[in-house]
């Protein structure tokens, strides 16, 4: 069968921008769309294409003319969930293909997409669930009894049952086809670092529950690793360009058995390359040692969830730790030369008192590149459930992660201006 797998384009809206005519904020950071490569990894026996709008935006009438594919399967993030519509849509109107929608909002939200321009809505790891579901469209058996596949049914309500995800989904022997976007490599790029990247991925899952985070309907709250051979494998495919790999996965040291393993087998190997993951400040402190062995391995940067600078906030979004191991951590990784992404959540909730904390802690406890976004109740989410009443604003396309979607606690120019200036002066000068 044909199947064009589609990344939707850059979207989303920006209250400051729209409102308050403060455009600081915008950060485009493009990369390639790894779902889509896993998933085109396990489509060996179909005919598949990728088309990335992120990286050439009016490019998908041509495309679904140029293939006249049989499913279209498209993902994306809660932002991009209108315009997965959207081009849904599209493909209707103008063929007769099959449309499957998965990804980080149709696993959250399946029932957001339960529209008559959707034939298939695919919830968490998508690799072996998609490789079946195509198998049974091309057989014409029924589609119906798939682990976490349900079909659409417009006006009705629809029952998904979810997929218990195992190691099997990984489907390890299988490497991402990275080939099928070579045309629009030079686009994955981070224009502020001047930074070339590939992604690769290493394991799949967290153990914890942050409320606010959207991670958990990807396995069901399993933690799943790739073979350390998997991983080298698809290093190894980045032979010579790009020199920074981001390990995209949102735990990738959650298991540090592995992650030593993956880091001794690195150095091993010879692998000349520079690697950024994500892990939690907790690892850290309990694991200096793995990341002195990271360092050699490569580690350049980590990205860690600080979140808030308050220890009574940090337990209302349940993330298990304390202001005093997220100091200890970046003092551990500064001492190893480890640079550090930190993530802060900025609340409506915040005053100026709040917002003055956040300054004081990143003045004196630098990270190199803060990141703050806002507080938002993504769909999904046990944050969500418990901050539903309050939400004001329902249209997705807010849901970037840079608006408040619920009424702030001060007037709402001064808090942007207030989330504004923290960005602009918490960037100067920043470096990796
Ligand atoms: C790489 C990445 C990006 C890249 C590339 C994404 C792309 N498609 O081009 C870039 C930099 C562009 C990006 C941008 C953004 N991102 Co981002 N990103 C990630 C990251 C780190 C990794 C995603 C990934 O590649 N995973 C590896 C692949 C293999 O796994 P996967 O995506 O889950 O795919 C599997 C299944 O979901 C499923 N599946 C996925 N798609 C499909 C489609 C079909 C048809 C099927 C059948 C199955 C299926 O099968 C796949 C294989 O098993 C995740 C965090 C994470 N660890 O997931 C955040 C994440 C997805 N991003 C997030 C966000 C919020 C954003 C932004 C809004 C920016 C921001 N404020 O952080 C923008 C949105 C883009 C826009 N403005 O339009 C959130 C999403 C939360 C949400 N519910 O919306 C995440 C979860 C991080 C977080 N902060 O919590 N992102
Ligand atoms: S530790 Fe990170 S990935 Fe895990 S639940 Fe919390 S925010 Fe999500």
């Known amino acids: 069968m044909k199947i064009l797998l589609v990344n939707p384009p850059n979207c989303g809206r ?11 904020l915008k950060q485009i950071m493009r990369a390639e769309p790894l779902s889509l490569e896993a998933l085109a990894g396990n489509l060996d026996e179909h005919e598949v294409r990728i088309v990335d709008l992120k990286a050439q935006p009016d490019t ?17 993030v809660t932002c991009e969930a209108n315009t997965m519509l959207k ?14 929608v998965g990804g980080v909002h149709a696993s959250n939200d399946p029932s957001f997409f339960n529209s008559a321009d959707i034939d298939f809505i695919v919830a968490g790891l998508g690799k072996k669930s998609f490789r079946v579901l195509a198998e049974a469209l091309r057989s014409g058996k029924g589609a119906d009894e798939i682990p976490g596949v349900t079909r659409t049914n417009p006006g009705g309500s629809i029952s998904l049952a979810r997929r218990k995800c195992s190691g099997e989904d990984l489907v390890d022997d299988k490497p991402p086809r990275y080939d099928l976007v070579n045309m629009y490599r030079e686009h994955y790029f981070l224009e502020s670092l001047n930074l070339q990247f590939g992604l690769v991925s290493v394991a799949f899952g967290c153990p914890y529950r942050c409320s606010f985070c959207s991670i958990h309907h990807i396995t069901g709250g399993t933690y799943l690793t790739h073979s350390t051979a998997a991983v080298l494998r698809d290093i190894r495919i980045f032979a010579d360009l790009p020199a920074v790999i981001r390990l995209v996965d949102a735990n990738t040291f959650g298991d540090a058995g592995h992650a030593r393993c993956l880091a001794g087998e690195i150095i091993k190997a010879g692998i000349k390359k520079q690697f950024v993951a994500d892990v939690r400040s907790d690892t850290v402190v309990r694991h200096p040692d793995l990341f002195r062995e990271w360092k050699e391995a490569g580690l350049r940067s980590v990205i860690i969830g600080f979140e808030e600078v308050d220890d009574t906030r940090l337990s209302e979004i349940n993330k298990v730790n304390t202001v005093a ?8 990784l500064h001492d190893i030369g480890i640079t550090i992404i930190g993530d802060f959540i900025v609340s409506p909730d915040y005053d100026d008192r709040q917002f003055q904390s956040l300054r004081n802690y990143l003045g004196e406890h630098p990270v190199d590149l803060p990141m703050l976004s806002i507080l938002t109740p993504l769909p999904g989410t046990p944050l969500y459930e418990s901050m539903k009443e309050r939400i004001a604003i329902h249209d997705l396309d807010f849901y970037t992660l840079t608006n408040a979607v619920v009424p702030t606690n001060i007037p709402e120019k001064a808090f942007y201006e207030n989330y504004a200036d923290l960005m602009r002066s918490s960037h100067a000068g920043a470096k990796l």
Not at 60 to 73: K, Q, R, W
Not at 87 to 100: C, D, M
């Open 60 to 76: 998908f009438g041509e495309a679904l003319a140029g293939f006249a594919p049989d499913i279209v399967g498209i993902t994306g």
């Open 325 to 332: 191991v997220n100091t200890e951590a970046i003092e551990i």
């Open 14 to 24: 920006s209250i400051p921008e729209e409102q308050y005519g403060i455009d600081s």
């Open 87 to 100: 081009l849904a849509s599209e493909v209707k109107r103008e063929s007769e293909a099959t449309v499957v």
